[in-house]
C-alpha cells in the first residue's frame, strides 16, 4: 500500500487489484465496519451462486426434455432384446428413467479408470458435451474428445476378449470400439454398474448414429475383416491410451449410473 496502517483502518481489496483504505477513528469501529462488509459481501457471493446454480438446473431441464424425447422406448427395448442383463430391468420405461440419470450425471462428469496396453489403470475424468454429441476425456494434462459417430460399438467383457486387447478383461469391463480400430477399455467396480454404462452408452450411441446418417453424414465404416478377431499387432501401433478403464477405488459410487 506504500503507506503504514494500524488497527483503526480498514482495506477493501478488490477483484481489479485496487485497494481502498478507510480510517475509522478506532479500532472497535474498524472491527465493526470489517465485520459488516466481510458479512455483506458473503451474502452477495451466495447469492450469485444461487442464481447461476438455478440457470444451470434451468439449462439442466431443457437439455433433460430434449433428451428424454430423443430416447423412445422401442429404442431401450430393442437394446434389451438384443443385449439382456441380468442387473438392468426388463421394463423399457426403467430403462428411460435410468438413461436420463446416466446422462445427467455424464454432463457433470464422472471419474474413470483407464487401462493402458500393460495392463495398468490411470484416472480420468469422462464427461458428455452438450447435445452429447461427444465424449470427452480429461487426465493430467491431456484431454481427448472422441464424436459419438465414430463409435463402432460397444462392447462387453466377454466381446472384448474376441478383440486381443492385449490385456486381461472381465465382466467388470467396458470397451468402446471405434471405427479407426482403436479402443477404449473402462473397468467398473462391480459388473451392475458395468452393464448399466453398456446399455446407455449403447442406446447413446445407436441414436447418434441414426440422426447423423439421416442428416447426410456418411453411414459407419464397416469392420476389417477378420471382425471380433484383428490382431494385437494393429493395435500395438496406436496410442497407449487406446485402452481405458473405468471407475476403481471410487467405482463403487462414480461406476454407478
Known amino acids: 500500500l506504500e503507506f503504514e496502517v494500524d488497527a483503526a483502518m480498514v482495506v477493501l481489496e478488490l477483484v481489479s487489484g485496487l485497494c481502498i483504505t478507510f480510517h475509522l477513528g478506532h479500532a472497535q469501529a474498524a472491527e465493526d ?16 451462486q444461487q442464481r447461476r446454480g438455478a440457470g444451470e438446473r434451468r439449462r439442466s431441464a431443457d437439455d433433460d426434455a430434449r433428451s428424454e424425447c430423443s430416447v423412445q422406448t422401442a429404442a431401450c427395448q430393442q437394446q434389451l432384446n438384443s443385449a439382456p442383463m441380468a442387473s438392468v ?8 428413467k435410468m438413461f436420463k440419470m446416466f446422462t445427467e450425471t455424464m454432463r457433470r462428469g464422472r471419474d474413470f479408470y483407464v ?21 470427452v476425456m480429461r487426465w493430467e494434462q491431456h484431454q481427448r474428445v472422441i464424436p459419438l459417430r465414430e463409435m463402432l460399438q460397444v462392447r462387453t467383457g466377454e466381446e472384448a476378449r474376441k478383440l486381443r486387447l492385449g490385456f486381461p478383461v472381465d465382466d467388470r469391463c467396458a470397451t468402446l470400439e471405434l ?7 473402462f473397468k467398473f467396480g462391480h459388473k451392475e454398474a458395468c452393464e ?3 446399455l446407455c452408452m449403447r442406446i ?20 476389417p475383416p477378420g471382425g471380433l478377431g484383428r490382431s494385437n499387432s494393429t493395435r500395438s501401433a496406436r496410442s497407449e491410451v487406446s485402452s481405458v478403464a473405468a471407475g476403481a477405488p471410487h467405482a463403487g459410487a462414480s461406476g454407478d449410473t
Open 33 to 48: 465496519f470489517a465485520f459488516f462488509m466481510r458479512l455483506l459481501t458473503s451474502m452477495q457471493r451466495q447469492r450469485r
Open 89 to 96: 430391468a426388463n421394463d423399457p420405461k426403467e430403462v428411460k
Open 115 to 135: 487401462m493402458r496396453q500393460d495392463g495398468s489403470m490411470f484416472d480420468a475424468e469422462c464427461a458428455l458435451l452438450k447435445g452429447h454429441d461427444d465424449f
Open 179 to 185: 471405427q479407426a480400430g482403436e479402443c477404449i477399455t
Open 196 to 198: 448399466r454404462f453398456i
Open 204 to 223: 447413446l450411441v445407436d441414436k447418434k448414429r441414426q440422426r447423423f446418417a439421416s442428416g447426410g453424414f456418411a453411414p459407419a465404416a464397416a469392420p
